[in-house]
């Protein structure tokens, strides 16, 4: 990036004017003319929506002199609506490599003059304002990427609102990161696509301008808190046409709402719409976004409300490997024919975006015995739980009343141990009244404002089509098992709340999804197979496995840079993973075995053979489980 950093001296060409000399660090001269721009009367800004002949369309903000660092600094941490192609330094003012491109709107407004924030009007020309001028200093930002040789690549038909002014942007409710007085919410602009060409559209896009061309959303414009796409903040909306979905990127008029927020007594910027053509370019575009391997794919995670994710062919390549480990079937029991590919995928895509989850476990299964639980599902769950904390996330998980006293030594016992970093709260739920479901989820019992985001069982048992609740040998133990199945049930009438379950044998809840293949291929599939769906069913030869490979996924979907800028919006800098300590956060042997022994301390049995020992579901650790999180873990912190 072209950026004057003080005290460094790059030569570069200086052009004068008749009142001042403005210079601005850049890469390249191009042999054409370099024209004046802030005090010329002719303006030789328009709008444009692509660049010609190596140029590139830019906007201009002018700020005071003890506000230049500061918003350098605000542009270089929010670089995706605000790609800064460089400044000049203070005092001088010509504008290099502008092109000689005429424009035909002579006498337009070209800029907008703020006094404390507020817009006083527009100006076709900064001349009168140059004494002000000589302790300010203009920063050009180039637009944060053209749409229209991506959508004729893809074959898409152009629907630009801008033939008759600007396409439309949209204040959103996603802040940027703040910097020494700079605050103010993301800007986006948007385009309709039919659902079959997003795929083609995104990596058009990011062919065309790397990391610059990525959405940073895709699907319902509610979730970035736009309210109507028919009502732009700016300019003129594209209106979506049945079988569209919204696909939005970072606008360069988030740099508008910047100087407006930033309460300065003096400022001014481009004009809506309002571009000039220059030569300096912006950062190069990644190579990792021009390769196969760092291509960006697009993946569908909630239908209510719409909303899809992103992640590079890389990190997609190295979750479908971790859900291919996970389904062996050590004892035989057929879970091949429950598999559906890219469950493992999609559900940790949602638990990326969830920032309040809930988790559950438990399955009773020898209630000959005090405790009952068995060894599977609690170590799964606490080991996804570990992962989600080093996330920064919110985690609660929700038991049966009758075991809570042992979760509780479970849980402080793991934080003891360094197997997790805080305690979980734990909470119970009994039902027992209509509404009761939704009452526990929801703050005062309103749908459109859930407390959690995302559901996950792990080895709990869920209830089969007759109400009763069985274990793999057919008998109930529903009298061992509260119903908190219904928040799942719940859970699918509430929009924004999604749901994950993990099993292994059909029995466990969220296993509805895949109900029919358990009655007709796993044991006694046909009286215990769980009724209850969730929407992401993860099938696990141990159903541990799959918490472990819900940890290891998030891992690699956080430390994939194409997922983390879709994540955060393109504001704010990617999180490098040695910074938050995520690979401590993932599971390890040495982890697992401690918490195998603290269950084992209290005394709950494998699933399969009933004893106690260091054993899940008849498998030692030591020969079976030791070697599979190994596995997981090689696989996901492995480079490429």
Known sequence: MSV??????IPCGLVKSDMMTFTLLRKSCLPSAVRSLILQKKPNIRNMSSSAEGLQPASVVVLPRSLALAFEKFCQANSGPLPLLGRSEPGKWT???????PDTRMGCPQFRKYEFGTCMGSLTSLEECSEQLKDMVAFLLGRSFSLEGALEEAGLPGRNAADHGHLGAYKTAVPCAT???????????????????LERLVQASCSAAGEQGQPVHIGDPGLLGIKDLSKPDYGEPVVCQPGDVPVFWPSQLTSLEAVSGCMTPLAFTSAPGCTVMTDLKGPAAPARCLTPEGMPEV???SQDPLHYSMASASAVRKIRELETMIAVDPGSRGIGHLLRPDELLRASLSLSHARSLL???GLPTHFNHEPPEETDGPPGA???????????KRVCMVVDRRALSLYKKLVDE??????????????????????????????????????????VAIERVGRAADGNYYNARMVSIRHLVDPIDELFLAAQKIPGISSTGVGDGGNELGMGKVKEAVKRHIRNGDVIACDVEADFAVIAGVSNWGGYALACALYILNSCEVHSRYLRKAVGPFRAPGAQSWTQALPSVAKEEKMLSILVRHRVRSGVSGLVGMEVD???????????????VDVTTVHG
Not at 436 to 444: I, N, S, T
Not at 625 to 632: N, P
């Open 4 to 9: 004057y950093t003080p005290g460094t001296q």
């Open 382 to 392: 606490v080991a996804l739980a570990a992962f989600l904390q080093a996330l920064e």
């Open 179 to 197: 910097i020494a007085g700079f605050c103010c919410p993301l800007v986006v602009t948007m385009r309709p696509v039919p659902k079959d060409k």
């Open 299 to 301: 993946h569908h995670i």
């Open 95 to 101: 504008l290099p490599a502008l092109g000689a491109v």
């Open 359 to 361: 988790l559950t476990t």
């Open 414 to 455: 793991a934080v003891e141990q360094g197997i997790l970093k805080t305690r979980i709260p734990l909470l119970t739920y009994q039902g027992g009244s209509t509404g009761a479901a939704q009452a526990f989820l929801c703050a005062d019992g309103d749908p459109k404002s859930p407390r959690f985001d995302h559901l």
């Open 618 to 632: 008849g498998l030692r650790f030591h020969d079976t489980h030791a070697q599979m999180i190994q596995k997981l």
